[in-house]
Structures are given as structure tokens and as C-alpha cells.
């Protein structure tokens, strides 16, 4: 299975790619439309701001690209950090509107409502993630910590569509799916074995 992966300046793609290279799954890195030419698997990474991910996805003409893509129930699109937070409707940390293919927003961790006893902020470091086993990315795995690295975190308007979940003085959603749209808030590139699997199942190899 080819897996390709936005090449659209926010994203942490040498890593994404690297993990798949070391285990002879194709990669192709998408920066136009016709990149994503007989594609059924691609990952929307990100780093950074939620308008500036935005704006580089508009700036490259993807966004409609993207739309007619998940459109199609065969497709499968992996959102990785604000990859996933541009899923949503809108977000805390900008004015523009994301995606929209997912229903609620994009908070902003706040130390007010974090509990006593837990780190700083921006979250980051290894985590354990509370797994719904009934999740495609998540079968049958069992050492269930991942790297995360963020500010702000999904509150999707249907909770059900929370596939995991992280406690950090605070509950929130890990990861979702929605039909043939998944969603991770760590890096499955920066946690080592776990983070291999996961992106070995996204891309049918498990």
C-alpha cells in the first residue's frame, strides 16, 4: 500500500517518512494534486499554528483536493497533532475556519483549568493514552505510550468519536475516527515503537 504524506511546510514529514522507508512501504510526498493520483492513504501532519496550516493548504490549492479526497469511503486520511486540529471547525488559537470535516473546535490547554500536580505548559513528553480497543490504529496494542508536543487540544461536538484519551489535570481527547477520517494529538514519528505500529496499521501493513 502507498501512503502519501502533505508536504505542505507544517508538517514533521522526514520522520513520517523514515518509519515507513525502514519497512519498505512506499512513500509519496504530496505537494500538488496530481501527487495524490490513485492514493488511498494519505497523512496530514502538523507543527506549528492552526492559521498557518491552514493558509499553506490553501496557498498550495489542496483544500478542495483534500475535500473530493475523503469524500470517497475507500480513502483514509491520518491527521497527526494540528493535522487533526485543522479537521475541525475552528480553533482558540486563530481566526480561520479549518477544514470542516469534523463538528466542534479547538481549545486551548489553560493552567486555570488544569489540576494541581501536573506539568507546565505546552504539554509535552511521553504520556499514557487510555486506549478504546474497539479502534482500527489501536488493535491489539497494549504499551499504550505516546510523545506529545501541543497547546491546544479537540473537543469534537459527538464524544463518541473518541478513540482514545490522555489525562493531563485535564481529559482530552488522544485520538478520534470518524469513518475513514482519524486523528491523533501526539506523534506517532516521535514514539518509537508504539508510533511504528500505529502507522504501519493506517497504512493496512498489520
Known amino acids: 500500500m502507498k501512503v502519501g504524506i502533505l508536504n505542505y511546510g507544517v508538517g514533521n514529514v522526514g520522520a513520517i517518512a523514515s518509519v515507513y522507508r525502514d519497512t519498505d512501504v512506499e512513500v509519496i510526498m504530496v505537494k500538488e494534486k496530481h501527487d495524490m493520483k490513485n492514493l488511498k492513504r494519505i497523512i496530514l501532519p502538523g507543527v506549528g499554528s492552526f492559521d ?26 491520518l491527521g497527526i497533532c494540528v493535522g487533526m486540529q485543522i479537521m475541525f471547525m475552528q480553533s482558540e488559537e486563530g481566526l480561520l475556519p479549518g477544514l470542516g470535516w469534523v ?6 490547554l489553560k493552567r486555570k483549568n488544569i489540576k494541581s500536580g501536573f506539568g507546565p ?45 490522555t489525562d493531563y489535570g485535564i481529559e482530552f481527547a488522544a485520538s478520534i475516527q470518524v469513518d475513514n477520517l482519524y486523528g491523533v494529538q501526539f506523534h506517532p514519528e516521535k514514539s518509537h515503537g508504539n508510533g511504528k505500529e500505529l502507522l504501519l496499521r493506517f497504512a493496512g501493513e498489520l
Open 52 to 77: 498557518t496550516a491552514m493558509n499553506q493548504l490553501k496557498c498550495l490549492e489542496l483544500v478542495s483536493c483534500l475535500d473530493d479526497f475523503v469524500s470517497n469511503n475507500e480513502n483514509k486520511i
Open 121 to 165: 505548559l505546552p504539554h509535552m513528553g511521553w504520556e499514557q493514552v487510555h486506549i478504546d480497543k474497539g479502534s482500527d490504529l489501536f488493535k491489539e496494542m497494549y504499551e499504550n505510550y505516546f510523545y506529545f508536543l501541543h497547546s491546544y487540544y479537540v473537543e469534537p461536538e459527538n464524544r463518541s468519536i473518541i478513540t482514545s484519551k
Open 103 to 108: 463538528s466542534g473546535k479547538v481549545l486551548r
